[in-house]
T-cell receptor, first 113, second 115 residues
Framework: KAGVTQTPRYLIKTRGQQVTLSCSPI?????VSWYQQTPGQGLQFLFE???????NKGNFPGRFSGRQFSNSRSEMNVSTLELGDSALYLC????????????FGQGTRLTVV | AQSVSQHNHHVILSEAASLELGCNYS??????LFWYVQYPGQHLQLLLK??????LVKGIKGFEAEFIKSKFSFNLRKPSVQWSDTAEYFC?????????????FGKGTKLSVIP
């Protein structure tokens, strides 16, 4: 079966702009989680969605937001980009969010210049 | 809040050497434990997981891990590493009760296997 698909794979943005990243989960999975991966901080949890509802949110500023659609696809948005937002953004999908079978996408590499 | 500590930042081994990567977590309740691997240029993949039962769990590619509750540890082991095991390994924890749907990761351990 198809894996978790993230688009785009690479993105270059300028400080102050906003960006939207997309994640299509595995068919049948209703939970989508987002993580930020940087060399200094490692993997940090952003938020989790299940059936279009945000159930958990990590410790990130309000510039980071997300949503989930009725088909379980999810988007995350970062407004007013800062240089420190440069990172690999990973999406993970699972059936129920308890990570019994969490599958990760390839990620979107965001570079802010 | 939970936290995860991985003791080694970078480990270098020769092929056929044995591997043990340390992982300790901090959390007051019961947890689910995971080891993920990230091969160069590839996505994170689940190596093995522990939810309950036998504290010695076996995963893919000959890896195993032992949960020692009294030490809050979940160390990853492999008796004989191969060059293809070169990757970054992440330990992660998730509270097992309802209401928490996030993974907390350690900073990762880079493993380099020399042929």
């Amino acid at each position: 079966k198809a894996g978790v698909t993230q688009t785009p794979r690479y993105l270059i943005k300028t400080r102050g702009q906003q960006v939207t990243l997309s994640c299509s989960p595995i068919s049948g999975h209703r939970s989508v989680s987002w993580y930020q991966q940087t060399p200094g901080q490692g993997l940090q949890f952003l938020f989790e969605y299940f059936s279009e509802t945000q159930r958990n949110k990590g410790n990130f500023p309000g510039r980071f937001s997300g949503r989930q659609f009725s088909n379980s696809r999810s988007e995350m948005n970062v407004s007013t980009l800062e240089l420190g937002d440069s990172a690999l953004y990973l999406c993970a999908s699972s059936r129920d969010g308890h990570h019994t079978e969490a599958f990760f996408g390839q990620g979107t590499r965001l570079t802010v210049v | 809040a939970q936290s995860v500590s991985q003791h080694n930042h970078h480990v270098i081994l020769s092929e056929a050497a044995s591997l043990e990567l340390g992982c300790n977590y901090s959390y007051g309740g019961t947890v689910n434990l995971f080891w993920y691997v990230q091969y160069p240029g590839q996505h994170l993949q689940l190596l093995l997981k522990y939810f309950s039962g036998d504290p010695l769990v076996k995963g893919i590619k000959g890896f195993e891990a032992e949960f020692i509750k009294s030490k809050f540890s979940f160390n990853l082991r492999k008796p004989s590493v191969q060059w293809s095991d070169t990757a970054e390994y992440f330990c992660a924890v998730s509270p097992s009760g309802a209401g928490s749907y996030q993974l907390t990761f350690g900073k990762g351990t880079k493993l380099s296997v020399i042929p």
